[in-house]
């Protein structure tokens, strides 16, 4: 599966949007984007994936660049319970396989 | 609509001794998941069951650790005997489908230290 990058931490005002960057520029054509989190003492939580087109559904919206290299979470309106460490995982579809690297720590302020 | 369960969420138990960590997968996945979480190593899947059978058993440190599912609606996870540095949180993650590659839905976790 392909490596990705993310920023180590980042930090966003309450009620505005947290837009998080994901680079996967070895990506291949079969591996999917995925994005969990994880709230502190919590177990992860998954929040969204795509392959190619833009995906959004009731948590956040994934917009997926052209060529597939990278990728941006978005959290439209964060709050402060948005803040977590944030995981973008590649993964090939037949591969039962998550593969999580650091994350990003996000943090939400007041 | 319950999710993932584990139990215990704390244990906390000598070196030496036995541990059992339990875990009730959403009902209807047939996919089950056991991951153990450090901050030197972060994530880490132990092993993998699809429709109770173990598929991939490659992540389990050593002997010492074993997992069962007896039936569609809970697994085990044993430790025996225990060592300090298994000291973790310990998740169970179960999806629906046929080979796992689908959503995986995390348990709360259980907070193992091993004195």
């Known amino acids: 599966d392909a490596k990705t990058t993310q920023p180590t931490s980042m930090d966003c005002a309450e009620g505005r949007a947290a837009n998080l960057p994901c680079n996967h520029s070895?990506?291949?054509?079969?591996?999917?984007v995925y994005w969990y989190r994880q709230i502190h003492s919590q177990g992860p939580q998954y929040i969204i994936h795509?392959?190619?087109?833009?995906e959004t559904n009731e948590m956040a919206s994934l917009i997926i660049t052209e060529d597939r290299k990278s990728s941006t979470l978005i959290l439209p309106h964060a709050t402060l319970r948005d803040t977590a460490v944030y995981y973008c995982?590649?993964?090939?579809?037949?591969?039962?396989?998550?593969?999580w690297g650091a994350g990003t720590k996000l943090i939400i302020k007041p | 609509d319950a999710g993932v369960i584990q139990s215990p969420r704390h244990e906390v138990t000598e070196m030496g001794q036995e541990v059992t960590l339990r875990c009730k997968p959403i009902?209807?996945?047939?996919?089950l998941f056991w991951y153990r979480q450090t901050m030197m190593r972060g994530l880490e899947l132990l092993i993998y069951?699809?429709?109770?059978?173990?598929?991939?058993d490659s992540g389990m440190p050593e002997d010492r650790f074993s997992a069962k599912m007896p039936n569609a609606s809970f697994s085990t996870l044993k430790i025996q005997p225990s060592e300090p540095r298994d000291s973790a949180v310990y998740f169970c993650?179960?999806?629906?489908?046929?080979?796992?590659?689908?959503?995986?839905?995390f348990g709360p976790g259980t907070r193992l230290l091993v004195l």
């Open positions: 069951f699809n429709n109770n059978v173990p598929i991939d």
């Open positions: 993650a179960s999806s629906i489908g046929r080979s796992g590659q689908e959503t995986q839905y």
């Open positions: 795509g392959l190619k087109n833009n």
């Open positions: 009902s209807g996945h047939n996919s």
């Open positions: 995982i590649v993964r090939v579809v037949s591969n039962y396989q998550l593969i």
């Open positions: 070895t990506i291949s054509g079969n591996e999917y």
